[in-house]
Structures are given as structure tokens and as C-alpha cells.
């Protein structure tokens, strides 16, 4: 049987197979995890993750240079605090650590766009991402008064000059929370990017190390989600549209793309995926003992996540991909 179709004829070029591309990664695509620490002149590599830095602001500020000349559009800052406290104080304290970084950062790269993290487990003592009972040790937070404590976080953030809210606590209810505390301090036209599925993953373990936001006791299986569960990522983000999410996050997205692609077929909205601290540990690790080729294993998982419906990627690799996008 001579082949009357053959494939390979639309790939016998390099400029033809370009021509015919399905998708593209490009440096736009990328958000910039940045993690901000009190002091000067500080830059503590994260030993779990190679290349990640917990940075003082002045640091911070470095890097949103680069990371703006290098055209990506964003980062998404982090923060650990010089203290910590049971009302998580200093997520929404107007001096808090995020707040002056925001600042710092708008004022120094003004056409950056600033995605901050809204969350309280690296603020409070027992590494959970709200308040607990009293002698609550298992983890099970207490939903409805945390919220609270999220809106004022997200007004804060707001009035340092964020450009996008990024909730990632899995409260029951945070977007409406947040949305309608935002609408109320004169933030309208903020969006809001939801963590709309984040699973409760072993991928977090190198994330915990440079935010110290590990649980103390106990874990957050109560409030993020089975990795078992697949349908249940479409009723949260059902939810998160409901109460006016403006865009969707997937985490973490190696192990998840099956949730990207879902969650994009069954919704308007952009899709973001993050390239968890894990699954960036992973890479590097084996980079460094020589067993794989970083630059292509890394353009091709970047390229997956296209294919399977993100329209955004965090990624710590963002850097390197700009570098690698413009050969240097």
C-alpha cells in the first residue's frame, strides 16, 4: 500500500514546521515568582532551588529591571516577614513586606505589571493560611473569619500599587470577598486571578523553604485540594466565575495538565498555570548533574503547558526562557 498521506511532508523544513506551528511559547506568556525579605543588600539563595533568591526590596527592585528589559510582563511577588503572628499582620499592615516592595517596585519599573499573592500561611506562626481554633492542631481553618483578613490583605496590596490580586488560601467564598472589598476601597479595575484549583501537592516542598511558610502541624488538606479529584477543579472554578474571578489558575501544572486542558475547555477566562517550585527543583537538579539538556527539556515543557490550554505560565524558569527566546 503505497501512502496516499504523508505527515512528514510538513516537516521536512525548519521554516515550514515554523510555519505550521500549533503553539508558540513567547516571553509574554511568563509571570516571575519574586519572594521579598526585610533588610539590605540581601540575596539568600534557596538551596532547594537553584537561581531563587530571597531578596531584600532594594534587590527586588534589581530584579524587576531585569526581568522587565528581558520583556516579560509581570512578576508576582511574595513575602516573608521579619515577625509573625496569629492575625497574620503583616499580609495587610500597610508597611508590610509585599506592600513595600509593590511600592518600590511601581515606582522604579512603572509599566511592570504587579501580581501579588494573597495569601496568609507565610505570615502567621503555624505556617497555615488562616485563623485556627484555639488548640487547634490538625490545620482545619476557620473559613469565614479569615476572609476578613484576605480582604484587608487585598485592599493593602491595592493601595501599594498592585496591578492583579492573585488569592491562593482556597477559602470557601475569598474571590467574592475580595472582589467586593476591592470594588468598596475605589479598586474596581483591579482583576482578580484566582488559584481557583490548587491541589494539596507534594510538588510545594522547595517553595516552603524560601517563603518559611511549612506547616507547623497538621496540613492543609482541608482546604486545598484531593489530587485525586478531577471534576471537583471544575466546580471550584464554576464557583470562582460565579463571583467574579477575571482570571483562572491551575496548580501545580506538570502533573495537572489534564486540569489545564479541562479548565480551559470549560471557560471563557485566561488560564494560568504555575510551574510549581518542584517541579523547577527537579530540573535544575538533574542539570546539574549533567543528566539532561536544561534549554530543551525546559522549552519543551513550557511549550506543554501552551498546548494543554495555559494562557499564562509562573514559572521560575521565566528568566532563562527570555534568555534562551532571544539567544542569548
Known amino acids: 500500500m503505497f501512502p496516499t498521506h504523508r505527515p512528514r511532508r510538513l516537516r521536512s523544513h525548519p ?15 511568563f509571570i516571575y515568582p519574586l519572594f521579598a525579605v526585610p533588610g539590605e543588600g540581601v540575596a539568600n539563595e534557596v538551596k532547594s532551588m ?17 526581568v522587565y528589559d528581558l520583556g516579560i510582563p509581570s512578576i508576582i511577588l511574595f513575602g516573608i516577614p521579619e515577625s509573625k503572628d496569629d492575625d497574620a499582620t503583616d499580609a495587610w499592615h500597610d508597611c508590610g513586606i509585599v ?32 485563623y485556627l481554633e484555639v488548640g487547634d492542631l490538625t490545620g482545619r481553618v476557620l473559613n469565614d473569619p479569615t476572609l476578613e483578613l484576605l480582604k484587608k490583605t487585598a485592599v493593602a496590596q491595592a493601595n501599594a500599587g498592585a496591578d492583579i490580586i492573585a488569592p491562593s488560601g482556597m477559602m470557601d467564598g475569598f474571590v467574592t470577598a475580595i472582589r467586593s472589598a476591592l470594588d468598596e476601597a475605589g479598586f474596581e479595575n483591579i482583576p482578580i486571578l484566582s488559584y481557583a484549583a490548587k491541589y494539596s501537592s507534594s510538588y510545594y516542598g522547595p517553595f516552603r523553604d524560601v517563603a518559611e511558610s511549612a506547616p507547623q502541624f497538621g496540613d492543609r488538606r482541608t482546604y486545598q485540594m484531593d489530587p485525586a479529584n478531577g471534576r ?10 460565579a463571583e467574579g474571578a477575571d ?23 485566561p488560564v494560568a498555570a504555575y510551574n510549581v517550585s518542584g517541579e523547577y527543583a527537579m530540573v535544575k537538579a538533574a542539570a546539574l548533574n549533567g543528566w539532561i539538556d536544561e534549554e530543551k527539556l525546559v522549552m519543551e515543557t513550557m511549550m506543554s503547558f501552551k498546548r494543554s490550554g495555559a494562557d499564562l505560565i509562573l514559572s521560575y524558569h521565566a528568566k532563562d526562557v527570555a534568555r534562551w527566546l532571544k539567544g542569548q
Open 99 to 130: 506592600q513595600k516592595a509593590t511600592e518600590a517596585v511601581k515606582a522604579a519599573v512603572p509599566e511592570l505589571v504587579v501580581t501579588v499573592d494573597t495569601c496568609l500561611c507565610e505570615y502567621t506562626p503555624h505556617g497555615h493560611c488562616g
Open 15 to 29: 521554516q515550514l514546521r515554523r510555519m505550521v506551528r500549533e503553539n508558540v511559547v513567547t516571553t509574554s506568556d
Open 247 to 269: 482570571m483562572l489558575m491551575v496548580k501545580p501544572a506538570l502533573a495537572y495538565m489534564d486540569i489545564i486542558w479541562r479548565v480551559k475547555e470549560a471557560s471563557n477566562l
Open 232 to 241: 471537583e477543579a471544575l466546580k471550584e472554578i464554576e464557583l470562582d466565575i
Open 50 to 66: 537553584p537561581g531563587v533568591y530571597q531578596l531584600s526590596v532594594d534587590k527586588i527592585v534589581e530584579e524587576a529591571k531585569e
